[in-house]
Structures are given as C-alpha cells and as structure tokens.
C-alpha cells in the first residue's frame, strides 16, 4: 500500500541554520503530497504542498520540490526561528476512484535553540 | 470561521469507563475524520465519513470503539469499555472535497484522553 517515510527525530538546530527534513514515498498512484506542522498543544495544520512532479510548495519560507525520479519531498528552509519548532508530517494523497484518504508519515520534531 | 471544534480537551478517565469525544467540524466540509496520535504509532486514521455517512471505518481498532455522525455539524467517537492502551491525542479533522487529490484538511486541537 501507499507509505510514506521520514527522518527520524529529533532535529536540533540553533537559530539561523539550514534545515532538511527527508521525506520518501510509495504510492501506485500518482500521488499529491504535503508537509503539515504541529506546533505544541495544536492540531496539524498545512505547511505546502505540491501536485505533481517537479511542482515546488512554499510557505513561510519551507520548501520543497515534488521528484517523481527520486521519489521524494525533502521539506527545507534556509534559515530556521526558534518559532519554528514543532512536529513535521509528510504525508500523501492518491486519487484512485473518488476520494482517497491522506497517508502521513511519523511526524519529525525540530527544536530551534536561539 | 471557527474552525474545527473538539470537547473535551483534555479527558481523565479510569478503565472500564466509557468515554465519549466531540466534534464539530467547519460550516460546509462533507468530509469528517477521527485520528489517534500516539508516539509508538504515530498518527492513525480512525474512521472517516461523507455526508454524515461511515465510508471507511478500517481503522478502528476494535469492537470497543465506535463513531457516529447524526448531523453535519456534530460527530462523536465513543470507547467502552475504555482501556489504559487507548490513552492517546484524538483529533478531528474535515474538508470539502474539491474532486482533486490536492485537498487539505483542516484539524481540530484534539483531546487528550488518559485512562488510569
């Protein structure tokens, strides 16, 4: 089935830094994919996403770039804030037949230190 | 917009109690879900429904759990006999599906339920 990976947790940056998150995924479809985040004592709420291959989501300075080739989602940001620390979900979504549920990946936590 | 509404926030219960969860999801979604989040299994769709209606309860774990949907803007998931295996952050989340797969949902805080 549909499966999505990430880097294991946690992430520990000082302010400033260059971020990665590494994101794969499995999916017999063709898959549309996110990054949610999720502050503490919060819901998940969208962070980008991307429809098809070689698409680029942006937000609040995140990005990442859709690589069917690969396979991936790697979610980055050029300079990390202390703001920024919280749980990062990769996830999934295919459009088999009608509506296709949302497939999340473990969730990846990065602390932000000033 | 309100956004998703979740009750209680936080819930302690002890086992063998029964425990019901609340959820009203935004004016005009069609599409309802219930999660669980827990660090050994991270996040896990439960049940979700269309139009009021169960379409894929796959997920939930056992006969002791059960959701429901009267009406559009309220929905319940309920666990009894509870057990301290199902201490865990539930959250609800909906949508309205926008007949793409590109759809986002939009989550709940969730609740916080700890049985002893």
């Known amino acids: 089935g549909d499966s999505v990976t990430q880097m294991e947790g946690p992430v520990t940056l000082s302010e400033e830094a260059f971020l990665t998150i590494n994101c794969t995924y499995t999916a017999t479809g063709y898959p549309s994919l996110f990054w949610y985040v999720q502050y503490p004592g919060e819901g998940l709420q969208l962070l980008l996403k991307a429809t098809k291959a070689d698409d680029k989501g942006s937000n609040k300075g995140f990005e990442a770039t859709y690589r069917k080739e690969t396979t991936s989602f790697h979610l980055e940001k050029g300079s990390v804030q202390v703001s920024d620390s919280a749980v990062y979900f990769c996830a999934l979504s295919t459009m088999n037949t009608g509506f296709q549920k949302l497939v999340f990946g473990t969730g990846t936590r990065l602390l932000v230190s000033p | 917009d309100a956004g998703v509404i979740q009750s209680p926030r936080h819930e302690v219960t002890e086992m063998g109690q029964e425990v019901t969860l609340r959820c009203k999801p935004i004016s005009g979604h069609d599409y309802l879900f219930w999660y669980r989040q827990t660090m050994m299994r991270g996040l896990e769709l439960l049940i979700y429904?269309?139009?009021?209606?169960?379409?894929?309860d796959s997920g939930m774990p056992e006969d002791r759990f059960s959701a429901k949907m009267p009406n559009a803007s309220f929905s319940t998931l309920k666990i009894q006999p509870s057990e301290p295996r199902d201490s865990a952050v539930y959250f609800c989340a909906s949508t309205r599906n926008p007949g793409t797969s590109s759809y986002e949902q939009y989550f709940g805080p969730g609740t916080r339920l700890t049985v002893t």
């Open positions: 429904f269309n139009n009021n209606v169960p379409i894929d």
